[in-house]
């Protein structure tokens, strides 16, 4: 873009507003109580809407636009906005609305916005805790020559600037904005893990699961190496409606393969979490199902399309995956459970297309780790006439 100078004529006498500082009440980052950014893909045709928000009682952290999910954001949000803290007009370009097109501040908008809309801008929008706007900004195309330098435009006016200012600081990925490592733990402290490998099957009544395997190894930490601790296969017995579990035990010579349990242990220590979605109503913490969970098709429908499967076992409602559970136990008492679902698409940006997998992860405590302390018969007290005189 070749970007000149405009004169007082062309530009309504506002040329004064250059070096002026566009927020002028967003002089202290700390003020800033959300942000919400809208982002509008071309290509898609959709206006990607993303908003990080403080609790006034709480002081917590969470993003509305992702069903309230907890944020890792108070440092982020004051780096975000000491941006636009003391942002100054280096020039103005143009007062004319027909040219907000071709600079790419055009502002999206959740109902207008359609498909074929050309040079339509990222909006930004700082509120204080009172919902007070500090701040507000469409960042357009950047200015070629002018490293670091794009069109904006403030909503509602016309007036389009050349300011510095680096867009990739307001991502929208839900990622940037919380504390992505999943479990939290360290692979040393892993001593023992289950496999529970099934399918599950669609059936005329339902669905019906179908075991193949169940496989418990430890970690021997005296000699380096992990031990079979039960190794379970599911066969069909003669007679028997379902299959039964037999227990397997490894040959001579054979042993568990160390460096595929050691990678797995890894792996588990840096599972990291790239979106969340909200469980259906009906499902405890511990993900059982109430008793009429199993009659509320919408939810039913949400968990099967993403490989859940509500199953009613031994009465009781159950869920199930689509590829197996995996048990962890720690050493520090620590148990979680994980149940791998369907795939949820490729990690974003990955070159070697990484995929994403729907996981439902519960976390208990081992009580045998902490046995009740044996309680102590407290001795009566003495009668008076037992009790010594006390010394002359």
Known sequence: WLIARPTEQNTGGDIAAVG?????????????????????NEELCEIHEFKVAKNGKTGLWSIPSHSDYAADA???????????????????????????????VKEPDK???????????????????????LASLIIGKPIKGSEGHHFVREPGRDLVYDVEIAPDRFSTKFEDWIEQNLLGLAALDIERM????????????GFQIEPKFDLIADWNGTDN??????????????????????????????????????SLKTALADLKIADVRRKPSGLGADLKADAGFLNDQESVTSLVGRGFYPLSISGEPEILSANGDLHVYMKDGFEYVLRFGNVAGTEEGSDDNKLNRYLMVTAVVNEDKFPTP????VPSKPASADVPPPPT
Do not use: C, M
């Open 20 to 40: 002026r500082v566009l927020f002028e009440k967003l002089d202290d980052p700390a003020q800033a109580a959300s942000l919400e950014i809208l982002r509008y």
């Open 194 to 205: 289950k496999v529970k490998d099934y399918s599950v099957l669609r059936t005329t009544r």
């Open 111 to 133: 109902t207008s916005t359609k498909l074929g809309d050309k040079g339509v801008g990222l909006l930004i929008s700082f509120e204080d805790q009172k919902g007070k706007k």
């Open 374 to 377: 044996a309680l102590e018969v």
């Open 74 to 104: 108070e440092n982020r949000i004051r780096d975000v906005a000491t941006s636009l803290v003391g942002l100054k007009v280096l020039g103005v370009v143009t007062e004319d609305k027909t040219e907000h097109e071709l600079f790419g």
């Open 225 to 262: 190496k992990w031990q079979l601790n039960e190794f379970l296969t599911y066969k069909q017995a003669s007679g028997a409606e379902s299959l039964t579990p037999v227990t397997s035990e490894l040959l001579a010579g054979e042993e568990l393969n160390g460096e595929k349990l050691n």
